[in-house]
């Protein structure tokens, strides 16, 4: 047996040597698939397999590299290089690269990403003089999106009048016009977006059956990851390629299907069995991860979906702390336990901030967990906020190289004609657009025939346009003798850009000239790296592809020593050893939003599952009784997913303390209620009730004991005294320096380790006395 299958169990080791013939493998969270998939590809090559005829599609490049290099380490780096390894994007721009001339495209199209695409929607919205408010450019863009994973293009969305009845219903009767035009301008443009990456594959394998018989030839053996999250278009091209030989191996797990609002569809993996015949089904389902807790947890969590593939998750780990849930009264105070917490546990086990993570359905939630950590300097870091290559600077910059590469690339163009600032103004560029469409042809063929094209621009202005222009020629000769690195720096000082950020002495100022000195040594690694790669000439479209087709997670620095603050959505194939869920609450996890139908609901479930499982040794799931939400306090209760958690691996450390009040209003001013007067029973069914009905809290909770009631002093029994050491949830330790008022309006003056002086009206504050 060869030496890396060692390192196999047997549920592992009978998938990897799996040869021939279509197999699924259903891998429980933490169970090793990645090790599956990544030895598979070794034992294929090792009976002979070419690695020119085996595609690996995963959804992240930094997936798509590990693979690789741990592929390396077996086989040799020399034979790695040659297997088609990559993301679904990154693989099929490259066949549509190879074979953009049967469609219509230069092979050096350009990718627009979200921001691009919308951009060019808003112009246009803009030249159709229609209402922005009513067609909103992100709205625009989500539609057009979704129409293009579901296979409609122009010509299939006019001929269905349930789609144009259903656009004119929601009072978009241009929708269609809109489209039409879009996907004429990106054609005019040579750039696809995103979702053409995936339709005009399809295209290309349905309209030229002899391209589609090319790469069934090539592509003998398939392994697709994660294929629970493919869509239905990435599911027909995956179908279309494996129908020849049906070599086809998908690795994934139902349980952590949460990309529905993207297009994945479940089916895909739930159906599978179906699309094939004889498909050798093999379940992974130790997990190497996580504590017996956890895994048990999370196993009580997804049997209440009914849409799913029977598998029972187990661990011969450790079993591990129970599940820590904690109630706090306001978002803030759950970021101080939250932030308290960590700073605690980190002290007792000699633990890195990088150990912890804080996960959380909505991205608004990130800002009083932010805050409590900069309180305690506990440094974290963000994921999912603005992406490196999304900054301004960046920007900038990459559209001078976007349009040295392709000069029909109208969004770049417009970026940067006028940016450093050259005297071209907005109405200068706004002929030059009327223009292009008039004549058909882009904004760059129109600039380089100014002369010829009668525009009703000045002498003055046609001099600047003739520099712009000179100036992008020039690049593109020296784009052909040097490598990127060296274009990128000479682009930089030439253009202007970097005396133009010198100029701005500001801190953001600083920290553009930061960052575009970032993007050049990024540049740099880059070439370096290319070295090692086959057939790669580590050319400036070479590293502008890299750029575009990056996913969420391939820029993060994994050694940052920080904690790490993201959506669950983000978090999936990522561990920690000590995971806090926040925000379990009704309403916000299950989202408001996500519970009109079971399938949503279920989603819902496994996005739960999904988080859970992101823990090794600890979890947490915090939840407040009241949360401001859109500006407005409301009340809040406990998740129905706490609801769902077997008891047996719940500890709940709500510390349960009374909450005392004190009346604002005098009594007397009601006068007295006679015995016999009463005329209405209390309802019988409150009697029964220990908390209104909101305020149900989950399983496990401990009884309120006098020793609990007796931390919290009553302040105004003379107890606090000058010199008193005190407890606040949110400013820590404090030493009381002065105590004045009287009755209800006593104060008193603290120094507290984290807030500094305070002055408290003790009525309302809640203190705890040390000493």
């Known amino acids: 047996m060869k030496e890396y299958l060692s390192q196999l169990n047997d549920a592992q080791l009978a998938p990897t040597t799996h040869v021939d013939g279509p197999l699924m493998v259903i891998a429980g969270a933490g169970s090793g698939k990645t090790r599956v998939l990544t030895f598979r590809i070794a034992y294929l090559m090792s009976k002979g397999v070419d690695p020119f005829n085996v595609l690996a599609l995963t959804f992240t490049n930094k997936a798509a590299r590990e693979m690789k290099s741990r592929i390396s380490e077996i086989v040799g780096s020399s034979e790695a290089k040659n297997l088609w390894m990559g993301t679904f994007h990154s693989v099929f721009a490259k066949i549509l690269r ?8 230069p092979s050096n199209f350009t990718i627009y990403d979200t921001q691009d695409s919308e951009k060019l929607i808003s112009s246009i919205i803009k030249e159709m003089n229609l209402d922005k408010d009513i067609y909103k450019n992100k709205q625009i863009r989500s539609r057009i999106s979704s129409l293009k994973n579901s296979l409609i293009t122009v010509r299939a969305y006019y ?12 009072k978009r009767p241009k929708m269609g016009e809109i489209y039409k035009n879009y996907v004429d301008r990106c054609f005019k443009a040579g750039a696809m977006d995103f979702d053409d990456l995936l339709l005009k594959t399809n295209e290309l394998l349905t309209r030229f059956p002899d391209v589609l018989a090319k790469y069934q030839n090539r592509f003998r053996y398939i392994l697709v990851d994660e294929y629970q999250d493919t869509n239905h278009s990435q599911y027909l091209i995956v179908r279309a390629l494996a129908d020849r030989f049906q070599n086809i191996c998908v690795v994934g797990d139902d349980a952590q299907s949460i990309y529905a609002f993207r297009g994945a569809n479940i089916n895909n993996i739930l159906n599978f069995q179906r699309d094939y015949d004889e498909v050798a089904m093999y379940r992974l389902e130790q997990n190497y991860r996580s504590t017996k807790t956890i895994v048990n947890a999370a196993n009580s969590i997804i049997a209440h ?6 598998k029972v998750v187990w661990t011969s780990n450790d079993s591990g702390n129970k599940i820590k849930v904690h109630r706090s009264l306001t978002d803030g105070d759950e970021g101080r336990f939250v932030a308290s917490t960590i700073f605690e546990v980190k002290m007792q086990e000699q633990l890195h901030n990088k150990d912890f993570a804080i996960l959380y359905r909505t991205n608004a939630q990130s800002r009083a967990m932010e805050e409590a950590l900069r309180k305690r300097d506990i440094p974290y870091r963000i994921f999912g906020g603005t992406s490196f290559y999304q900054r301004k600077e960046i920007k900038d910059i990459l559209s001078y190289l976007r349009l040295i590469i392709n000069p029909a690339d109208e969004e770049a ?8 600032a050259r005297g071209i103004g907005q109405t200068t560029i ?23 094209i009668d525009m009703g621009i000045n002498a003055g202005s046609k001099t600047k346009l003739n520099n712009f222009v000179t100036m992008i020629q020039s690049f593109q000769v020296m784009n052909q003798n040097v490598n990127a690195f060296e274009l990128t720096e000479h682009v930089a000082k030439v253009s202007g850009l970097l ?33 090692e790669i086959a057939d790669s000439t580590a050319s400036l479209a070479e590293f502008l592809e890299d750029v575009a087709l990056a996913t969420d997670l391939d820029n993060e620095d994994s050694d940052d020593n920080k904690v790490v603050l993201m959506t669950i959505h983000l978090a999936k194939g990522l561990e920690f050893p000590h995971v806090f869920i926040v925000g379990m609450e009704e309403d916000l996890f299950p989202s408001a939003m996500s519970m009109n139908t079971r399938s949503e609901l279920e989603e819902e479930r496994r996005l739960f599952y999904v988080a859970l499982t992101r823990a090794e040794k600890q979890a947490y799931l915090t939840y407040t009784l009241t949360r401001y939400r859109w500006g407005k306090l409301i009340d809040a209760e406990p998740s ?13 450390i709500t510390p349960m303390q009374e909450r005392r009040f004190n009346p604002m209003l005098d009594a007397d001013i009601f006068g007295d209620v006679e015995p016999n007067v009463v005329r209405f029973k209390k309802p019988t069914i409150r009697k029964k009730e220990a908390v209104p009905p909101k305020f149900v809290a989950p399983k496990n909770l401990k009884p309120v004991t006098k020793t609990d009631t007796a931390k919290t002093s009553n302040l105004f029994d003379d107890k606090l005294v000058v010199g008193n050491i005190v407890s606040h949830l949110r ?18 003056e603290i120094n507290f380790e984290h807030g500094g002086v305070k002055k408290l009206l003790l009525r309302f504050a809640k203190l705890e006395i040390l000493g």
């Open 98 to 105: 190879i074979e953009s001339d049967k469609l219509g495209y």
């Open 159 to 170: 001929n269905n009048p349930e789609l144009i009845e259903s656009d004119a219903m929601a």
């Open 305 to 310: 979906n009914k849409s799913k593939i029977d």
């Open 413 to 420: 163009l417009k970026r940067i004609i006028n940016f450093p």
């Open 430 to 452: 706004d002929k030059l657009i009327i223009a292009a469409n008039k004549h058909d042809k882009s904004i760059f063929e129109v600039l380089e025939n100014l002369n010829s």
């Open 499 to 531: 005396r133009e950020f010198k100029k701005d002495g500001t801190p953001d100022g600083v920290a553009r000239m930061e960052n575009i000195e970032e993007l050049i040594n990024g540049i740099k690694d880059f070439v370096e790296g290319q070295k």
């Open 640 to 652: 129905r997913f706490i609801e769902e958690i077997d008891d047996a691996y719940l500890d709940n």
């Open 731 to 748: 400013f820590g330790k404090g030493e009381v320096l002065k105590i004045e008022g009287a009755g209800t309006d006593i104060k008193a």
